[in-house]
């Protein structure tokens, strides 16, 4: 321990309204990992704001290449937990990829995410887009306007390319999602064949989400989803135009989570538990009094060691709003969610949905059973931590008890055909009814063998 720190963390702690004891820390210095990307707020703000000081953790905070860097380094220990794609532990517990079991005892937003089409491809668009009275375009745009752009490209004998930043992330399964909604093949995994490209319309790919608008510029790809600031990036920059918010594609849809190994959060309960207390304490503050300390969230975010991109870039999408093309600004007050309706509780049901896109576009290769998708959401989302932490914080002082969710089974109520764009309701206690109420990807004993879906 270093006294000098200690004091501050316990002065901190005592200043709180319950003069809170600091839990028994069997590891206090930590290194937590992130990608450049706004919804790592929870983690910036909880070590400015002093949380993970006031729960007696000396936490340092370090940027990351890519997703593949970041999920390596918290499986060989490098880093104590991170910034993850809610798919990295869904995928690396089920050994999709590298595997490894990851847990997350706390998830860390909601929506977040865009898809952005190059300027040519938009040109290309509008006439299929129906028109508001005042002449903007009417969202939210579905890909059915994007179809007839894609069927001419790929009767010249050019494949349309777009790219997502990691073959698990949500952004993978969002733009597959929006394609699928509106006509287009996505392609399909094998255990043969990892790309994802199997009998595609639309060529996905990976590329980093710091590169995605230079690489929109450079041509290499002709759409992307990422999430923010880099649709935000490519209006500011005037090389491209975001066509749909995931907010738009389903509402309140799960975003990332903060993943540690199942082995850390056995070796050290009371640090796990320390760090999702920080944590919750932090999202509470990045939506308190109607989002009232966003600007200021923004301003920790905008620094080089954080996201690093322009404070009005980022505010264009913290702050209420959301860009498409310059000067068409929309209110979308929920596009980035930190706490609110439950963001930050870790729902069986939303890991039950990342497992659905899994087996719908082949990366399950074979068919599931329900009580499988229950027992790997179970095995990886774990409420009763997130539980037990807020239970002190709110016994502390720091935290409401009517803003938890304490009788949950760890279900939310189904998402209603309104709130997604292709009408289809969500309830992910019934994930294989869920995927057979879907017209495009795999159901009941299909399976991908070569480049055909047989069964």
Not at 294 to 307: G, M
């Amino acid at each position: 321990m270093k006294p000098t720190l200690l004091s501050l963390a316990l002065g901190t702690a005592l200043a709180g309204p319950a003069f809170a004891e600091l839990l028994d820390l069997e590891k206090d210095e930590l290194t937590f990992g992130f990608i450049k990307l706004t919804d790592m707020a929870p983690l910036a703000v909880a070590y400015e704001q002093g949380y993970f000081l006031d729960e007696g953790l000396f936490v340092t905070l370090e940027a990351q290449a890519n997703w593949k860097v970041l999920l390596d380094g918290v499986i060989d220990g490098q880093l104590d937990g991170a910034h993850m794609l809610a798919g990295q532990p869904l995928a690396a517990t089920i050994g999709f990829g590298t595997e490894a079991h990851i847990i997350t005892p706390f998830s860390m937003d909601l929506n977040g995410n865009g898809i952005t089409v190059s300027n040519e491809i938009w040109e290309k668009m509008l006439p299929h887009i129906p028109k508001m009275d005042d002449g903007r375009p009417q969202h939210p745009i579905s890909a059915e306007a994007l179809a007839p752009v894609v069927e001419e490209y790929n009767a010249a004998g050019k494949p349309f390319n777009m790219g997502m930043v990691f073959p698990v992330s949500t952004h993978n399964y969002e733009l597959r999602y929006w394609l699928a909604a509106g006509g287009l093949e996505p392609g399909f995994y094998s255990p043969e064949n990892v790309t994802g490209q199997i009998g595609a319309d639309v060529f996905l790919s990976v590329t980093p989400p710091p590169q995605m608008p230079a690489t929109l510029e450079a041509g290499t790809i002709y759409g992307y989803c990422v999430g923010e600031p880099w649709n935000q990036q490519a209006v500011f920059k005037g090389i491209g135009v975001p066509v749909i918010t995931d907010y738009q594609l389903w509402k309140n849809n799960p975003e990332k989570v903060f993943g540690i190994t199942n082995e850390f959060a056995e070796k050290y309960p009371n640090t796990t538990l320390a760090v999702t207390k920080a944590l919750i304490r932090a999202a509470i503050w990045l939506d308190e009094n109607d989002n009232a300390n966003r600007p200021a969230a923004v301003e920790i975010l905008s620094r080089p060691e954080y996201v690093g991109a322009d404070y009005e870039v980022i505010a264009n999408s913290m702050t209420g709003f959301f860009e498409f093309e310059k000067g068409d600004k929309r209110d979308i007050p929920d596009f980035n969610v930190f706490f609110r309706y439950n963001a930050t509780y870790p729902f069986y049901s939303d890991a039950i949905w990342y497992l659905t896109q899994m087996r719908r576009w082949g990366q399950i290769p074979e068919a599931k059973s329900d009580e499988w998708f229950h027992d790997v959401a179970k095995d990886v989302y774990k409420p009763e931590i997130y539980l037990k932490a807020a239970r002190l914080l709110v016994d502390e002082g720091l935290a409401n008890e009517a803003d938890f969710p304490w009788d949950s089974d760890g279900y939310k109520a189904a998402t209603p055909a309104e709130d997604i764009i292709d009408g289809i309701p969500y309830d992910g206690r019934f994930p294989n009814a869920y995927l057979e109420s879907l017209p495009i990807g795999l159901k009941g004993q299909q399976i991908v063998v070569g480049n055909e879906v047989q069964g």
